[in-house]
């Protein structure tokens, strides 16, 4: 099979728009604006975006009321459209 082309970025996300949300829906709000920033900067569709649990749990290590101020992301985008969003490795 032929090696799928890809793309590769590190994306700095602000989640400012999380501390708008009420406090017991900063961390569920933090997670829509990933994708919501993802689907704007990777031309993606909504569906095709994939965050991986090591995000999550990098967004809920202070709780739900107190989300990172931004947080710092890799993304990769497959040829198909789908892409993927996880922590840069360090």
Known sequence: MAEEEQEER???VPLRDARKAPRTKRAARAVEAIRDFVVR???AK???VWI???VNRALWTRGIQKPPKQIQLRTIK????????????E
Do not use: I, M, Q, T
């Open 10 to 12: 590190v994306l700095n």
């Open 41 to 43: 900067h990777a031309k």
């Open 46 to 48: 909504r569906e095709d």
């Open 52 to 54: 991986d649990p090591e």
């Open 78 to 89: 497959f040829e198909d459209g789908r892409v993927e969003v996880s922590l840069p490795e």
